[in-house]
């Protein structure tokens, strides 16, 4: 009986599509005028129980918990803006309990999610996926539209009702064998019984979940917003960078399939939206804000193992900015991590054999095992001489627009280290730390230098041999 | 039978411990005067019969309270601690030194699987988070040390609904890691079968034991004697005592 519950537990205080924190409050500016959509009846007519107010304390305290472990991305121009967007789609009325914050998370997955005192957090993942400000309102719509109809606490409320069902259907079944019941079957029935019915749960869910799509896509078109663009940005969320690894679960998933999401959105606009008639996007207004989180998103797919999403990333803020040596930095970055993948995923990789193989390996090996057994499968290692040419090409042009980027200097000498030139790689790390003396890595890079001089050392009294 | 698989996996899980030390540590080679303990992370559930719950604001304090127990009972073994880096104001100011500590976190976490399914593999040096751990240099610290709880608080009325397995838990999972290479040094795990969110302090002696090994692979530095397993590990009241707590006891007084 604890297994379900194992699952559920997860989902619980969590409603959207994942989690996060905070500074201190902003709120959102009262609006006067009528409401962009109108609550269901139900939820206007929601009163609190105490089971609901622990759950708030417990949200409450999960907003300072992801604070306490620095799991938010501070940038004060980034956070006005997403609180900004965040605002315009959230209702006149505030519900009771609730203090809208619009927050960002340093997490590379493409994700947003929303608690129920009314905090929403949109993971960097997620910021750079997204293409344009319409999609950031769309997502940040579907979050607050969980917030505002009371989501969390009613699926909380649901899954308790559900859990004591089971309990009950767990002791009939147990103790239904004693009366004279056949015993194997009533232990497939106390099996199987508890999992449909947290099924029904997760049923429940997806219900709520095609509820804040479509309160979404209305929020967008009342707010002047172009409604199919939550569909693109569900769509977005189909196609990544990396293999796809995950697994559809066939019981636990809380979620409407992403192509069925994709359809209904994309219905639900048509028929709000008139021919010819077409909303706003802002794409370069939505980039000019939120690159920096971008960046730093990159900086985080690599730190996780994920550098063909750092690619695309560097490429696409290249593309907006061509004349940031930051930018090329970045790629360079990205072309070194690489290590012995392609750029783009082979036909191989994306065979389920060949995503098993690589689950199998993610699960085996640590990530430094994983990188170097890369290196040895077919190819591995012609292509790592690929990438590193790729990547001193793209350190050398962030050099070209600013020749004192600290970060293309770093680059290069750990490319050089890796490349086993010593002498080339002390040249750029001590670059580094003339143009970076207070960097946060210094002491790191300080470390490197010295023991590629004593490596190098070594090296050449094995050469000269004994006097 | 179905209670009795349960019965199984979940015994195997209470009895998940094991510590195991970096040869480099053993021989001396490497020696840790200073530690300095990463924020602790924490998560606590409430098991009722309406089903699970988390407990956030148990598992913020558990965090808070945690650290200063284990860092007492480091002092005890001659070592210099540090747990106080990640609550002073520079670590709220400075966004950069709130994000490496988390990037540093995040790496752990990529390597806690593999730890935890194969810790003697620390004995070959397998685990590592690589030299970013320098990053926190300015610390000053001979070893990083990271930390996880997870656990559960029965309810009363799970607790008769989940008999034999009616115990609160707590598993803890911690590893020193050097901090210039990034090496797991040291890798401890148990499974405390107390409930230590009102006081942190009710797990004092399982955390002594947690570092029995380290105590003696760090040069014989140790204060305090290494206090029997059979004595530390699951304060069961001898009223509540049961199969499982014997069985239990049994397995802890086993060393491997």
């Known amino acids: ?467 | 039978m179905k209670r009795f698989v349960l019965f199984v996996v979940a015994l195997s899980n209470a009895v998940a411990w094991a510590q195991v030390v970096h040869p480099d540590l053993k021989s001396g080679k490497e020696h840790v005067n200073r530690i300095v303990i990463m924020p602790v992370q924490a998560e606590i559930d409430k098991q009722s019969m309406k089903g699970g719950e988390p407990m956030t604001e148990q598992a913020r304090e558990l965090e808070k309270s945690l650290t200063p127990v284990i860092a007492d009972v480091l002092r005890k073994m001659n070592v210099t601690v540090d747990d106080t880096a990640f609550a002073s104001a520079a670590f709220d100011k400075d966004p950069d030194f709130r994000y490496t500590t988390d990037d540093l976190q995040k790496k752990f976490d990529a390597i806690l699987g593999q730890l935890t399914r194969k810790p003697n593999d620390v004995r070959k040096g397998r685990f590592t988070l690589g030299d970013s751990v320098a990053k926190l240099g300015d610390l000053n610290a001979d070893a990083l040390l990271f930390v996880r709880a997870s656990g559960s608080v029965l309810t009363g009325a799970r607790k008769v609904w989940s008999f034999p397995l009616s115990y609160d838990r707590l598993r803890l999972r911690m590893a020193l890691v050097d901090a210039r290479t990034g090496t797991v040094l040291y890798f401890a795990k148990q499974t405390i079968l107390k409930n230590v969110t009102k006081d942190p302090n009710n797990a004092k002696e399982d955390i002594q034991a947690l570092f029995k090994d380290f105590g003696k692979a760090n040069k014989g530095k140790t204060l305090i004697k290494p206090e029997g397993r059979q004595n530390v590990s699951w304060s069961i009241p001898i009223r509540e005592t049961s199969l499982v707590a014997h069985v239990l006891t049994l397995f802890t007084s086993v060393e491997v």
């Not at chain 1, 269901?40 to 306490?68: C, G, H, T």
């Not at chain 1, 690599?302 to 790629?331: D, H, M, Q, T």
């Open chain 1, 1 to 467: 009986m604890t297994s379900p519950s194992k699952y559920l537990l997860a989902a619980l205080l969590v409603c959207g599509s994942a989690v996060a924190i905070a500074q201190e409050p902003a709120g959102c500016p009262q609006r006067s005028g009528a409401e962009l959509v109108s609550p269901k009846p139900e939820v206007e007519n929601f009163k609190f129980s105490k089971p609901d107010l622990q759950l708030l304390r417990q949200v409450d305290a999960l907003d300072q918990q992801i604070a306490d472990h620095g799991l938010l991305y501070v940038d004060p121009e980034v956070e006005a803006y997403i609180q900004r967007i965040g605002c315009s789609v959230v209702p006149a009325h505030v519900p009771e309990h609730v203090m809208w914050r619009f927050r960002v998370l340093r997490d590379p997955v493409p994700n947003a999610f929303a608690l129920a005192n009314g905090s929403v957090y949109i993971n960097t993942g997620m910021l750079s996926r997204l293409e344009n400000e319409a999609q950031l309102a769309g997502v940040l719509a579907h979050e607050v539209t969980h917030v505002v109809n009371r989501h969390t606490y009613r699926s909380f409320n649901d899954m308790r009702r559900k859990y004591v069902m089971m309990d009950v259907f767990e002791a009939a079944t147990s103790a239904a064998p004693l009366a004279g019941a056949n015993y194997p079957a009533m232990l497939a029935l106390g099996n199987v019984v508890p999992l449909a019915v947290v099924q029904t749960t997760f049923g429940y869910r997806r219900e709520l979940e095609h509820e804040a799509d479509d309160y979404a896509v209305r929020l967008l078109y009342k707010a002047g917003y172009d409604p199919k663009q939550m569909a693109h940005a569900l769509d977005l969320l189909r196609h990544g960078p990396e293999v796809d690894l995950s697994v559809r679960p066939i019981f636990w998933a809380d979620h409407p399939r992403l192509e069925t999401r994709v359809k209904d959105t994309t219905v639900l606009a048509d028929q709000l939206q008139g021919q010819g008639d077409t909303g706003r996007l802002e794409d370069a207004a939505y980039m000019a804000a939120t690159k920096n989180a971008i960046r730093h998103d990159a900086n985080l797919d690599l730190l996780l193992g994920r550098p063909r999403s750092a690619l695309a990333i560097a490429k696409r803020l290249i593309s907006f900015e061509p004349r940031n040596a930051e930018n090329y930095a970045l790629l360079g970055e990205a072309y070194r991590a690489l290590g012995g993948r392609a750029p783009e995923p082979s036909p191989e990789e994306l065979t389920s054999k060949g995503k098993d193989e690589a689950r199998r390996n993610l699960q085996k090996l640590t990530p430094a095992e994983y990188e170097k057994a890369l290196l040895t499968r077919p190819g591995g290692l012609e292509q790592w001489h690929v990438n590193s040419a790729s990547a001193e090409r793209a350190f050398a042009q962030a050099l070209e627009l600013d020749s004192k980027n600290p970060a293309a200097h770093r680059g290069l000498g750990f490319l050089y280290q890796d490349e086993d030139r010593p002498a080339d790689a002390i040249a750029q790390l001590k670059s580094y730390l003339e143009l970076a003396p207070e960097a946060r890595d210094a002491h790191q890079v300080e470390l490197r230098i010295k023991s590629l001089q004593q490596n190098a050392a070594a090296k050449k009294s094995a050469t000269e041999g004994p006097q």
